[in-house]
């Protein structure tokens, strides 16, 4: 019998023993990972393709998806095993926010576990094109977070390593029928803790200031002799809302309290962000977080889609109408660059890359950053409709420039939406190959920082950056392309030093073994001659 939900209430009958698996799982540390990679199954499915990349983790390697992984009898942990022969870590997941009717075991606990707006109706989601109704889960919801919880502590009982929370705040957009301008959210489990919010930011107002900063009446304005969550005596704020007429575009910048609310970004809580709903998502993703390592009673990795705090890693996908640059049409940054169905390599996305290094560090610390391709969107299809060398070519040089600036590249190998798979595009045994250098080159790629010092380059077209985890290294990426490589010769690469390195060394995917490139230095200034620069070279500069 499929577990449902068949209550409203917050105690709810989803947790289970912990099974024998628990006890034989063997402990990662996501710090020491190089390699990821991407391979997304059912939970009763398996990829082959792994055995054969043998990466240090893949980012979520099974899904949870609407019934499906309710219960254990759902899943195919038998593959666990496996995975840890060969040293891989295994990552469970699960979708954190939509949702369908059959779900749960009545539309009174849909409605109830389903994101509202500002009117308190549940906002659907028919953008996303599912045959059934969908909605975002509502994560201010105990109940909802509970469901979560339940879900993700079956795979703990199973064995996984850890789990990946997808998409955990990406309920507020509004969707399709509000046009994305941010009208959900708006449920009373919300307002309520929005009243506490504002109760506690401004423990001094009387009546009278909350009248003359925000416009509220007498009838309705936050108060503390009554509970938050009486929302007829205490303060409501789609009432607010409507009687405004802001009840369906309530971040309108004409509503005084809009920013005290604040604009959720998806897959993003940002550190500097302090409004209610930034402190509020932080403060139920970390009791979540706390409660799956609580209740695992061991080691285990957790990660989501985006920049998140109280992570191992964090797993960032590349989507468009992404907020990392802003652009006039406002798809962000292009995080897949085609030309007329061509790679664009002559691009570069170095400032991309250190902006999510830099913003993830303020988020999370110094943990780990993975970028995969995101699906199914139209950065993934661009990726598979490029002719096969220009597929290589893009994790030669944007694969490569993500490692030269502090970041891990998640190779592709499945999704669960029937596209192909690295496989079947032909990719697998060059991925396979092409990984096999960062893997023997771990140490370089392990807890960097980017150095201060400034690199000089005389090649045009050419990125550059300077890594240091003890050893100091020289990245340097050709974006000389023009669907291909444009190899280029005799590039001179200067940097100032404190002191002289003892050794230079130069390796590189695109050679066999390392050489030793010609270098002079005095007082520190160091200058180095790359012969050839294909794809991408590494100047290791040892002591």
């Known amino acids: 019998m499929r577990r449902r939900l068949t209550s409203l209430g917050l105690v709810l009958s989803l947790v289970v023993p912990a099974s024998p698996a628990a006890a034989k799982t063997k402990t990662f540390d996501a710090r020491d990972f190089a390699v990821y990679g991407f391979s997304q199954s059912d939970v009763d ?4 393709q792994v055995y054969t990349l043998r990466p240090d983790t893949t980012i979520r390697a099974i899904g949870k998806w609407s019934t499906n992984g309710d219960e254990a009898a759902d899943y195919n942990f038998g593959q666990i095993a496996r995975y840890h022969a060969q040293g891989t870590a295994f990552m469970g997941s699960g979708t954190a926010s939509v949702i369908f009717p059959h779900d749960f075991a009545s539309p009174a606990i849909f409605d109830d576990m389903s994101t509202r707006d500002a009117n308190g109706d549940p906002v659907p989601h028919d953008e996303f094109g599912f045959p059934v109704p969908a909605r975002r889960g509502n994560i201010f919801n105990p109940a909802y977070r509970a469901y979560l919880l339940g879900w993700a502590k079956i795979q703990i009982d199973g064995g996984v390593d850890g789990i990946n929370l997808d998409e955990v705040n990406a309920g507020f957009s509004g969707g399709q029928k509000y046009g994305f301008n941010g009208n959900e959210g708006f449920d009373d489990y919300a307002i309520a803790d929005f009243t506490r919010y504002l109760l506690a930011k401004y423990p001094r107002y009387t009546a009278a200031d909350w009248t003359a900063r925000f416009g509220m009446t007498a009838d309705n304005r936050p108060r503390r002799d009554v509970p938050p969550n009486d929302l007829t005596r205490n303060f409501n704020y789609r009432t607010y809302l409507k009687a405004n007429g802001l009840n369906l575009d309530p971040l309108n910048a004409a509503n005084p309290l809009a920013p005290e609310w604040g604009r959720v970004t998806a897959n993003r809580m940002y550190a500097g962000d302090t409004s209610f709903t930034a402190t509020y998502l932080r403060r139920y993703w970390k009791s979540m977080v706390d409660e799956l390592r609580r209740y695992a009673k061991r080691p285990i990795l957790i990660t989501s889609n985006g920049l998140l705090p109280y992570v191992d890693f964090n797993s960032v996908g590349l989507y468009p109408w992404n907020p990392d640059e802003q652009t006039p049409d406002f798809r962000g940054a292009d995080y897949m660059p085609v030309l007329d169905g061509h790679l664009n390599g002559a691009k570069s996305l170095q400032a991309n890359y250190r902006y999510l290094k830099n913003t993830s560090r303020e988020i999370a610390g110094d943990v780990p950053v993975t970028v995969f391709i ?10 598979l409709n490029l ?13 490569a420039e993500a490692y030269a600036n502090g970041l891990y590249p998640a190779f592709h190998l499945k999704d669960t939406v029937g596209s192909p798979t690295a496989e079947q595009l032909g990719m697998l045994d060059f991925l396979t190959e092409y990984s096999r250098f960062y893997k023997d080159n771990r140490r370089l790629y392990r807890n960097t920082t980017h150095a201060p010092q400034p690199v000089r380059v005389s090649a045009a077209n050419v990125s550059v950056s300077l890594l240091s985890n003890g050893l100091r290294t ?3 990426v050709n974006h000389n392309y023009d669907r291909g490589i444009r190899p280029q010769s005799d590039v001179t690469v200067g940097v100032d030093l404190p002191r002289c390195p003892r050794r230079v060394t130069l390796v590189s995917p695109d050679r066999t073994g390392a050489s030793t490139p010609a270098s002079t230095c005095r007082g520190g200034r160091l200058t180095v001659t790359v012969d050839r620069l294909d794809h991408y070279s590494v100047l290791v500069l040892a002591g």
């Open 45 to 48: 499915q398996e990829d082959p």
């Open 387 to 399: 002719p096969l060398e220009e597929r290589k070519d893009y994790w030669r040089i944007f694969g």
């Open 474 to 476: 020289v990245h340097l």
């Open 374 to 383: 995101d699906w199914p969107n139209d950065m993934m299809t661009s990726y």
